[in-house]
């Protein structure tokens, strides 16, 4: 089993910053993919940014809408991945959910956390 747990949401005006931290349980050498997804109200949950590979830390895939505001990054020691979100947007406002997959090796689940709440005032 992996949990994860999230911190860092909050209301902001836009044009503020945020930044989301989520320390995982397990250590990143048993993790594949880990990252970050938001859902709306009434639409469908969407990445936002995402370690393709955790323990290479190279490859990262961000959502178009995001891309030059938000940045993903990691602690090994950790085990911990931020979400530093600048410049928001009301259409930033979601509950963000940190999310993992662990390698074949450790079973190859998807694994969510609580999720954080992310309000973005106009």
């Known amino acids: 089993q992996v949990q994860l747990l999230e911190s860092g949401g909050g209301l902001v005006q836009a044009g503020g910053s945020l930044r989301l931290s989520c320390a995982a349980s397990?250590?990143?050498?048993?993790?594949?993919?880990m990252g970050w997804y938001r859902q709306a109200p009434g639409k469908q949950r969407e990445l936002v940014a995402t370690?393709?590979?955790?323990?290479?830390?190279?490859?990262?895939n961000y959502a178009d809408s995001v891309k030059g505001r938000f940045t993903i990054s990691k602690d090994n020691a950790k085990t911990t991945v931020y979400l530093q979100m600048n410049s928001l947007k009301p259409e930033d406002t979601a509950v963000y959910y940190c999310y993992c997959r662990r390698r074949p090796a450790w079973g190859g689940k998807d694994y969510w956390g609580q999720g954080t709440q992310v309000t973005v005032s106009s």
């Open positions: 370690f393709a590979n955790i323990t290479s830390g190279g490859s990262t």
């Open positions: 397990v250590t990143f050498f048993s993790l594949n993919a």
